[in-house]
């Protein structure tokens, strides 16, 4: 049985390794502080989480990307290392994540 070689670069291409890992639901200080105060959480929907090189990124979702608001990746000290809007051109730091997320906390 011969294997294309397209065949082996679609499978490799289609599997992100991220997906694979199990999160801990527990959140960092730092985001907790961000759920506790309600001028800042109040637009907050989900808080999405994936582990990229040995790192746990959130996603703080508001879903303001609809309305060409901007969305926030942030790492465990809370430190912004990647965000997205609606109609922005994506940032080349997106590249980096997967498709799916893990949803870690809803409102």
């Known amino acids: ?4 070689p397209i065949v082996i670069l ?7 390794n991220n997906e694979d890992e199990i999160i801990n639901p527990t959140l960092p200080n730092c985001i907790e502080s961000i759920i506790a105060n309600k001028a800042i959480s ?3 929907q989900t ?3 994936q582990k990229v090189n040995g790192n746990i ?6 879903d303001f990307t609809q309305f060409d608001g901007v969305e926030y990746i942030l790492n465990t000290n809370c430190d912004t290392i990647c965000s997205f809007c609606g109609e ?3 940032a080349d730091c997106t590249k980096i994540y997967c498709e799916t997320w ?3 906390w809803k409102k």
Not at 10 to 16: E, P, Q, R, V
Request: net charge positive.
């Open 42 to 44: 109040g637009a907050l």
């Open 1 to 4: 049985m011969k294997i294309y």
């Open 88 to 90: 922005c051109w994506p």
């Open 102 to 104: 893990q949803i870690i």
């Open 10 to 16: 679609f499978l490799i291409s289609c599997h992100c």
């Open 47 to 49: 808080i999405r989480a």
């Open 57 to 62: 990124h959130y996603w703080l979702n508001t």
